[in-house]
C-alpha cells in the first residue's frame, strides 16, 4: 500500500495537519505571514505537499499534529461514527479521549465486526478507501442456507442491485450446509452494505460479517474492542 503524496493548495495543507483551519491559514497567507520552506508565499492556491514541504508563520515552526493510525476489533452494536442521534454507542467510546481527533476509514454497519482502521491522516484514509488503488478487504461471512455453486459463479460474475453492480473480487466457501453456509469475500470497492446486500439477492441472509484483513493488515489476535498503534511502514507494506 505505497502511497504517494500528491500536491495541495496552500490554503488546504494546514488543516490537513492538523496544524490550522482552512479560513486561519488564508489569513496567514494574504497577510504575507505564512511562509513555505522559508519563503513568504502570498498565493492561497500554491501547491504545497503537506507532508514534505516545511512551514512556518511569522518565522516560527507550524506544529503539526502527530501522526495517528490505529486498527480496532470493533465489536457488534456500536455504530462507526462521532456520534450518534439515536444515542447508541460509538467505537469512540472504545477509545481514550486523546484519539478523539481519528476519523473512521471506511466504515463496518453496526452489526458487523472487526478490524477497522482510524486516523488523523486525510491522505492516507482517501488512498485506502479509492476504488481505483483496489485495496483488497477480505470478510469471513456466515449466511443462511446453502450456497450453491451456481450462486457462488452468478455472484462472481456480479448482481446487480438498487442500480449497482455488487462484485467480489474473490469469493470461496469454506464450509456448507443445508442450515448456514461459511465463506471468505474479498472485496476492492466498498460499497454501501456491499455484502449483505449481495447475498440477499442471491436469497441468502448474512448472519455473521467480520473484516479479517484490509489490504497487507491482519486482525490476528486482536480482541474485541480492543486496538493497536500501527506504523507508517505496515500501512506501506504491499
Do not use: C
Not at 470497492?189 to 455484502?195: L, V, Y
Amino acid at each position: 500500500m505505497a502511497i504517494e503524496f500528491g500536491k495541495v493548495p496552500l490554503e488546504r495543507a494546514l488543516s490537513k495537519l492538523g496544524a490550522a483551519s482552512r479560513s486561519r491559514t488564508r489569513e496567514w497567507i494574504l497577510a504575507g505571514r505564512l511562509q513555505v520552506n522559508g519563503r513568504t508565499v502570498r498565493d492561497p492556491m500554491y501547491q504545497v505537499t503537506p507532508e514534505i514541504d516545511k512551514f512556518a508563520v511569522d518565522g516560527k515552526p507550524v506544529l503539526r499534529d502527530e501522526w495517528i493510525a490505529i486498527m480496532l476489533n470493533k465489536p457488534a452494536s456500536v455504530v462507526t461514527t462521532k456520534s450518534d442521534e439515536k444515542g447508541r454507542s460509538t467505537v469512540f467510546d472504545l477509545l481514550p479521549a486523546e484519539l478523539s481527533n481519528l476519523h473512521p476509514v471506511g466504515r463496518l454497519d453496526m452489526a458487523s465486526t472487526g478490524l477497522l482502521i482510524l486516523t488523523n491522516d486525510t491522505r492516507l484514509s482517501a488512498y485506502l478507501t479509492d476504488p481505483a488503488n483496489a485495496i483488497p478487504r477480505v470478510y469471513t461471512v456466515t449466511v443462511k442456507g446453502r450456497v450453491s455453486r451456481e450462486e457462488l459463479i452468478r455472484a462472481g460474475a456480479g448482481v446487480m442491485d438498487a442500480g449497482e453492480l455488487l462484485k467480489p473480487s474473490r469469493i470461496t466457501p469454506r464450509k456448507v450446509s443445508e442450515k448456514e453456509s461459511h465463506l471468505t469475500v474479498e472485496l476492492t470497492e466498498g460499497k454501501n452494505r456491499e455484502i449483505r446486500r449481495l447475498f440477499l439477492a442471491l436469497g441468502h441472509e448474512v448472519t455473521k460479517l467480520k473484516r479479517i484483513a484490509f489490504g497487507s493488515l491482519k486482525l490476528g489476535e486482536l480482541q474485541p474492542g480492543q486496538y493497536r498503534r500501527l506504523t507508517r511502514e505496515e500501512l506501506e507494506k504491499k
